[in-house]
Nanobody, 125 residues
Framework: VQLQASGGGLVQAGGSLRLSCAAS????????MGWFRQAPGKEREFVAA????????YYADSVKGRFTVSRDNAKNTVYLQMNSLKLEDTAVYFC???????????????????WGQGTLVTVSS
């Protein structure tokens, strides 16, 4: 399984971006999907997670109410809609998939077994 993240860029504070992550696997509808980010000099942190169907989602407190994770299983793609962006949202954003076992949704990085290459989001003032 390969993951390809896209949609990052430069945006002003208060603006919006939508990240996409396309997966190559045949069983995408049974992959728990997650978004993580890593800011310069900081450790990677959880951002959002989607269950297999997209019916359930978890969010980090720092993005709750501003970010929305969704997925289109017919297109093997998961999205992260980011609104009301803040300077502190600047980071490289990674999508991740749990492709084995029965993990419907998880916020734990170590439970994901496939990672995308990351896409840079820069929020300016």
């Amino acid at each position: 399984v390969q993951l390809q993240a896209s949609g990052g860029g430069l945006v002003q504070a208060g603006g919006s971006l939508r990240l996409s992550c396309a997966a190559s696997g045949r069983a995408f509808s049974r992959y728990a999907m997650g978004w993580f980010r890593q800011a310069p000099g900081k450790e990677r942190e959880f951002v959002a997670a989607s269950s297999w169907s997209g019916g359930n989602a978890y969010y980090a407190d720092s993005v709750k109410g501003r970010f929305t994770v969704s997925r289109d299983n017919a297109k093997n793609t998961v999205y992260l809609q980011m609104n009301s962006l803040k300077l502190e949202d600047t980071a490289v954003y990674f999508c991740a998939a749990r492709t084995s076992g029965i993990v419907v949704i998880t916020t734990t990085a170590s439970l994901y077994d496939c990672w995308g290459q990351g896409t840079l989001v820069t929020v300016s003032s």
